[in-house]
Structures are given as structure tokens and as C-alpha cells.
């Protein structure tokens, strides 16, 4: 398992190798997108942080805090090693897919995907009535499984 620093600094070096920036809610959702992928595809977890039904979509909090000052401005500064951790072939798959599917889209459009209908964000902020609680992995995993699964046929 990976932090969701060293996660989110590979999606920023992927970016950087690509002349794209991006913002901290496009690193919030793209690290849980691939923590997702990973759960159902490998059955094993992504990132040893725990994400929570936030306003805009899922949030790894230490992840915000360290991310916020920047505010909605694009991340300058590395935040993470993802040199050395992802010599794993498992979290390299599951993060260079989410980053081939979703790097050219806003944050806007990720944190809308992430509001879908039974999303696992969706399940814990609007139907459990427990707005900013922690998004249970295995919900994130029986979603995903179903997401893979699609993308498979």
C-alpha cells in the first residue's frame, strides 16, 4: 500500500511529462479513482489513506491539507516520492489507466463522476445520511468490480 502523497505525485509527474498541471480536487479524485481500480481489479488496496464523502466527491484529509493552500491553482511542488514506490506493476496498471482515461477532464467533470448514482460517495453522503464519513473500501471495491467488469466486455 502507498500514501495518497506518493499516489497523487505520480498522477503529477504523469502530468508533467504531458504539459498538463493539475488541481487538488483533480489529484482527490484521480487517487481515489485509482484506489478503485485497483481494489477491484487486484483485490488489494492502493492507498494506506482513508477516503471521506466530502462535498466534491471523495477526499483523502491529509492529502487536502497538504494540497489546500494552494487553493483551486494548479500544484507546483512534489508532494510525494513515486519514483522508488511504483516499481509495482500491480499500482502502475491501475494508475496509468485511470490517467489515460480520465487526465484531459476538469476537475468539475471528475468530481461529477464521482457523484454518480451508487457511487460509493453518493451511497455514503446522500443515502446514509452521513455527509464527510469515511468511504468504506469495500464499498469502493463492489462498485469498481462492477465498473471493470463493464469495461472488460
Known sequence: MHTS??????????????????TNMQLQKLVYFAHGVHLAAFDDYLVIDTPFAWNFGPVFKRLYEKLQPSGKNPIS????????????????VAIDLVWKNFKD??????SAISHAKDSPWDTVFNKREARFSEIPDDLTKKYYKTLVTKSDD
Open 5 to 22: 502523497f506518493d499516489v497523487a505525485q505520480a498522477f503529477l509527474d504523469l502530468a508533467g511529462r504531458e504539459d498538463k498541471t493539475l
Open 77 to 92: 511542488a512534489a508532494i510525494g516520492n513515486s519514483s522508488v514506490v511504483f516499481s509495482d506493476s500491480q499500482a502502475k
Open 105 to 110: 477532464m476538469s476537475a468539475a467533470k471528475l
